[in-house]
């Protein structure tokens, strides 16, 4: 009985040391693998990084290169042209554009030739600024009026003149009376902005007058009155 019970424990203790002696080995195997897969992992997410950090820089540069290259656009009238050249006035001062086989000339949405461009008229010139800071014209478009908005005009005042296509008016703190023009399209307003008719105002009433400038003239777009009918009247 008692040698039994030895030989037990014996098998016993000789299983524990034999589980403890393997654990060792295993383990470390097992810490070899996973050191194995964590290198590979990184080396993995290196990769896809780098890949991104190069996708990255492409957009990068290609920014940098519009920046570079910046659109710009001017507007002016036609002074002068060559085969070679055009010659603008550009609020006052005269610039000249290059011109070559690369300079895209349009009128009406169509092509044309130096030979086409006619002395007076309009041009929008779009382009781009080099890396030497020069610009450089890609595309010309010509027109007969200018693409420039017309100045605005505001004013309030006292009508002293009223006429079938125009109207004498003095602008409030100023001596100098204005004659401005009246066009079909001008719009007559009472002191709440709704419409009336011409026949609702008389001479020194007091108005708000809107429109814009073109060629040297005042055009009257909207006028409206500034107290309520019964007071103008007065």
Same mark, same amino acid.
């Given at each position: 009985?008692?040698?039994?019970?030895?030989?037990?424990?014996?098998?016993?203790?000789?299983?524990?040391?034999?589980?403890?002696?393997?654990?060792?080995?295993?383990?470390?195997?097992? *810490?070899?693998?996973?050191?194995?897969?964590?290198?590979?992992?990184?080396?993995?997410?290196?990769?896809?990084?780098?890949?991104?950090?190069?996708?990255?820089?492409?957009?990068?540069?290609?920014?940098?290169? !519009?920046?570079?290259?910046?659109?710009?656009?001017?507007?002016?009238?036609?002074?002068?042209?060559?085969?070679?050249?055009?010659?603008?006035?550009?609020?006052? *001062?005269?610039?000249?554009?290059?011109?070559?086989?690369?300079?895209?000339?349009?009128?009406?949405?169509?092509?044309?030739? &130096?030979?086409?461009? !006619?002395?007076?008229?309009?041009?929008?010139?779009?382009?781009?600024?080099?890396?030497?800071?020069?610009?450089?014209?890609?595309?010309?478009?010509?027109?007969?009026?200018?693409?420039?908005?017309?100045?605005?005009?505001?004013?309030?005042?006292?009508?002293?003149?009223?006429?079938?296509?125009?109207?004498?008016?003095?602008?409030?703190?100023?001596?100098?009376?204005? &004659?401005?023009?009246?066009?079909?399209?001008?719009?007559?307003?009472?002191?709440?902005?709704?419409?009336?008719?011409?026949?609702?105002?008389?001479?020194?009433?007091?108005?708000?007058?809107?429109?814009?400038?073109?060629?040297?003239?005042?055009?009257?777009?909207?006028?409206?009155?500034?107290?309520?009918?019964?007071?103008?009247?007065?």
């Amino acid at each position: 009985m008692k040698n039994t019970l030895r030989q037990k424990i014996l098998l016993s203790t000789v299983l524990s040391l034999f589980m403890l002696l393997l654990s060792h080995p295993v383990t470390a195997i097992l *810490a070899q693998e996973a050191a194995e897969d964590n290198q590979e992992t990184t080396e993995s997410l290196r990769e896809r990084i780098q890949n991104i950090v190069e996708q990255q820089k492409e957009k990068v540069q290609s920014v940098l290169g !519009e920046i570079s290259n910046q659109r710009r656009g001017f507007v002016g009238q036609v002074v002068r042209v060559s085969e070679t050249t055009l010659g603008l006035d550009v609020r006052g *001062a005269t610039r000249i554009v290059p011109l070559d086989e690369t300079v895209t000339l349009m009128r009406s949405e169509a092509a044309i030739k &130096t030979e086409n461009i !006619e002395i007076g008229s309009w041009a929008e010139v779009l382009g781009i600024v080099d890396n030497n800071d020069s610009f450089v014209a890609k595309k010309i478009t010509f027109s007969t009026t200018s693409p420039l908005p017309k100045p605005h005009f505001v004013a309030l005042g006292t009508l002293k003149t009223i006429k079938a296509s125009s109207l004498d008016f003095q602008p409030r703190g100023q001596e100098t009376v204005l &004659t401005v023009e009246l066009t079909r399209n001008t719009v007559y307003q009472d002191n709440t902005g709704e419409e009336t008719d011409s026949d609702e105002f008389v001479e020194d009433d007091q108005v708000l007058l809107v429109g814009y400038q073109q060629d040297g003239d005042t055009l009257i777009t909207v006028v409206r009155s500034l107290a309520p009918a019964t007071e103008n009247e007065q």
